[in-house]
């Protein structure tokens, strides 16, 4: 795929038509998210900024209008709760404007499963999955109707890299990248695109209160979050469906799912394996 072509920013009157391009980033008030909304309205895109975190959303948009010009609405919205999905939903499936979803709101916690909350576990699965689940399902149909469009979905290098005290987390950005990759299947044929980001540690809050310490990881295990969006957007524009910021060689990548592939033929047969018949 050709890479995109973002008209530089702007200034412009504040009101939005459908003339304009919209982004919407979730989990925008810190880290990833608020280096997407920056780097978004510096490729000419007015945003919709979606977090719990109102006073920090209504900070990032103030110093987004001053630098850029762009237009910023800020929704303040826990997405674990049904009622508040639901207005960001009815945002996605009635703005126009809107071409692009950056699903990045998400949380972590590591913790054996034999110690954890079961409460906690269900928030998290709410957040990283159902949430981005209905989001995405709220934003397609526009986007397919009106021919183009992008949804980035984050996940997580621990989707592969699979540890011990992971299982929830890792589970979840196991459905985001399957998600994912079924997504693109799905719109083969269609001009929308959809790309996962799987990030390693990153150096930002979401650690806090995660039950992993980023302090105890080795310097050169740790991105910078400007990093990290730079390395995503740049495998958007090189039209990569997935991209992994620190993975040296995209083959790696390649490789790895021709493997997978190379399983599918005799995952589902009549006869059981020889090695199960006695």
Same mark, same amino acid.
Not at 40 to 48: K, S
Not at 52 to 78: F, K, M, P, Q, Y
Not at 113 to 138: F, G, K, P, Q, W
Not at 203 to 228: H, K, N, Q, Y
């Given at each position: 795929?050709?890479?995109?072509?973002?008209?530089?920013?702007?200034?412009?009157?504040?009101?939005?038509? +459908?003339?304009?391009? !919209? @982004? =919407?980033?979730? %989990?925008?008030? #810190?880290?990833?998210?608020? $280096?997407?909304?920056?780097?978004l309205?510096?490729?000419g895109?007015?945003?919709?900024?979606?977090?719990?975190?109102?006073?920090?959303?209504?900070?990032?948009?103030?110093?987004?209008r001053?630098?850029?010009?762009?237009?910023?609405?800020?929704?303040?919205?826990?997405?674990?709760?049904?009622?508040?999905?639901?207005?960001?939903?009815?945002?996605?499936?009635?703005?126009?404007?809107?071409?692009?979803?950056?699903?990045?709101?998400?949380?972590?916690?590591?913790?054996?499963?034999?110690?954890?909350?079961?409460?906690?576990?269900?928030?998290?699965?709410?957040?990283?999955?159902?949430?981005? +689940?209905?989001?995405? !399902? @709220? =934003?397609?149909? %526009?986007?397919? #109707?009106?021919?183009?469009? $992008?949804?980035?979905?984050?996940?997580?290098a621990?989707?592969?890299?699979?540890?011990p005290?992971?299982?929830?987390?890792?589970?979840?950005?196991?459905?985001?990248?399957?998600?994912?990759q079924?997504?693109?299947?799905?719109?083969?044929?269609?001009?929308?695109?959809?790309?996962?980001?799987?990030?390693?540690?990153?150096?930002?809050?979401f650690?806090?209160?995660?039950?992993?310490?980023?302090?105890?990881?080795?310097?050169?295990?740790?991105?910078?979050?400007?990093?990290?969006?730079?390395a995503?957007?740049?495998?958007?524009?090189?039209?990569?469906?997935?991209?992994?910021?620190?993975?040296?060689?995209?083959?790696?990548?390649?490789?790895?799912?021709?493997?997978?592939?190379?399983?599918?033929?005799?995952?589902?047969?009549?006869?059981?394996?020889?090695?199960?018949?006695?």
């Amino acid at each position: 795929m050709a890479p995109n072509t973002h008209p530089p920013a702007q200034k412009r009157d504040p009101p939005r038509t +459908t003339q304009n391009k !919209t @982004a =919407v980033v979730t %989990g925008a008030s #810190a880290g990833l998210g608020a $280096t997407y909304a920056q780097r978004l309205a510096d490729r000419g895109y007015d945003l919709i900024l979606v977090a719990r975190n109102a006073a920090r959303l209504e900070t990032l948009a103030s110093d987004i209008r001053s630098r850029t010009g762009r237009a910023v609405d800020v929704i303040s919205a826990d997405l674990t709760d049904a009622a508040q999905i639901s207005v960001v939903e009815e945002r996605l499936r009635t703005d126009e404007s809107i071409e692009v979803l950056i699903n990045n709101a998400g949380g972590g916690l590591f913790t054996p499963l034999t110690t954890s909350d079961a409460a906690a576990s269900e928030a998290l699965i709410n957040l990283n999955v159902t949430s981005l +689940t209905r989001l995405t !399902t @709220a =934003v397609l149909p %526009g986007l397919t #109707a009106r021919g183009r469009g $992008t949804v980035v979905n984050v996940s997580s290098a621990l989707a592969l890299n699979i540890l011990p005290v992971s299982a929830v987390y890792s589970g979840t950005k196991s459905y985001v990248l399957t998600f994912t990759q079924a997504l693109q299947q799905e719109l083969a044929e269609s001009p929308v695109v959809v790309q996962a980001v799987l990030p390693g540690a990153v150096r930002t809050e979401f650690w806090d209160g995660s039950g992993a310490d980023l302090g105890a990881f080795p310097d050169e295990w740790i991105m910078s979050a400007g990093d990290v969006v730079d390395a995503a957007l740049a495998g958007l524009d090189a039209g990569e469906p997935v991209t992994i910021p620190s993975l040296p060689q995209i083959s790696d990548w390649e490789s790895f799912e021709k493997a997978r592939q190379a399983l599918v033929p005799n995952l589902s047969l009549k006869i059981p394996a020889d090695r199960y018949r006695g």
